[in-house]
């Protein structure tokens, strides 16, 4: 199993900020439209993180014209420029999954105090 | 048709150039030995014979430790026979590793199944079965009918019924090779590949 998990090792993105589950974060991701390039910025909170190594993905969540939209990136995905984490929010599980029931002032995150 | 003895390790994921991520199957393969070298005026047609994994002498039985011997071999776990399609060069003792491989080939892969034990029809054939309700009761994943009445009054051979699925000789073919590493003896291939980790696996390539 060792062997397959060296594999893409190099790929590895270190350079990322850090976030963990429950922090609203700004992801900036190349999108190629034929020849073109540009950068799509989407914002939201991160729900789930899951994977590991080369592996990871992240659910990111946001409300857009009042519908709930959620994009599961590759964390160590080339395409990613830059994370910028927006608010650091205090949650107590890992998968946030009951914010895709909850409403009003029940789908809010709690911010993190960091001293 | 040359190719290599394998071994599947398991699969992970790269990303390419573009930024988009494969799912590959890494598998180590080779290095193999020529052991036997079949002509077409001794025995009938072109082969080789190659050997995957040294191996002492406890591991071998002692028919297999004299094949080995004549032609002056070290011992080796796995054996194979490759036919070979076009006449090609090739002297017993040569070592063939992943270098015969390139980036971008497209391979044929031979492995065996995982085994799924004694299977229903739905598993094992993909019939429908019936319905979970609307008064459907005691045969949710059955066959239904199996054959006519009075006539024929038998059932048909090769009626797909239940029964043992897995453990078959499983091949897929245009396996496309995504990175190579002669260091460490492994290819990475694009996609799955028949069989469970530590499986042997069989990769061929066009002549």
């Known amino acids: 199993m060792d062997i397959v998990q060296e594999i893409g090792k190099d790929q590895i993105r270190q350079d990322l900020t850090e976030f963990r589950v429950g922090d609203t974060i700004k992801v900036h991701y190349k999108i190629k439209e034929g020849a073109k390039e540009r950068i799509q910025v989407f914002q939201g909170i991160v729900i789930q993180k899951k ?3 080369i592996s990871q993905t992240f659910t990111v969540r946001k409300i857009s014209n009042g519908i709930g939209v959620e994009r599961i990136f590759p964390l160590n995905s080339p395409n990613i420029q830059k994370i910028d984490v927006v608010r650091f929010g205090r949650v107590r599980r890992a998968k946030l999954f009951y914010l895709r029931n909850a409403k009003g002032k029940a789908a809010r995150v709690k911010e993190r105090k960091r001293y | 048709m040359i190719g290599l003895i394998g071994k599947k390790l398991g699969m992970t994921q790269i990303f390419d ?6 799912p590959v199957t890494v598998i180590q393969a080779g290095p193999c030995r020529v052991i036997h070298r079949k002509n ?3 025995h009938g047609y072109d082969s080789i014979q190659l050997g995957f994994e040294e191996v002492g002498e406890e591991k071998v039985n002692k028919p297999l430790i004299g094949h080995f011997k004549k032609h002056n071999s070290p011992l080796y776990r796995h054996l194979k026979e490759f036919r070979l399609k076009v006449y090609k060069d090739i002297e017993e003792k040569e070592i063939f590793d992943v270098g015969m491989f390139t980036q971008n080939e497209v391979l044929k892969i031979t492995g065996t199944s995982k085994g ?3 299977s229903g029809v739905m598993k094992r ?8 309700t609307h008064g459907v009761h005691e045969s949710y994943r059955g066959p239904g009918s199996i054959g006519q009445c009075a006539t024929p009054s038998r ?3 090769g009626k797909k019924m239940p029964g043992h699925q897995g453990v078959d ?7 496309k090779v995504v990175k190579i590493d002669q260091k460490k003896n492994i290819v990475l291939v694009k996609g799955a590949v028949p069989g469970h980790i530590n499986g ?6 066009e002549l």
């Open chain 2, 200 to 205: 042997i696996v069989y990769l061929r390539k």
């Open chain 2, 116 to 118: 799924k034990g004694f």
């Open chain 1, 51 to 53: 994977g590991a190594q």
């Open chain 2, 17 to 22: 150039e573009n930024g988009d991520r494969i």
């Open chain 2, 155 to 157: 059932v048909f051979k």
């Open chain 2, 125 to 132: 054939h993909n019939f429908h079965g019936f319905k979970a």
């Open chain 2, 169 to 175: 000789k499983v091949s897929v073919t245009n396996v």
């Open chain 2, 40 to 42: 077409k005026e001794k």
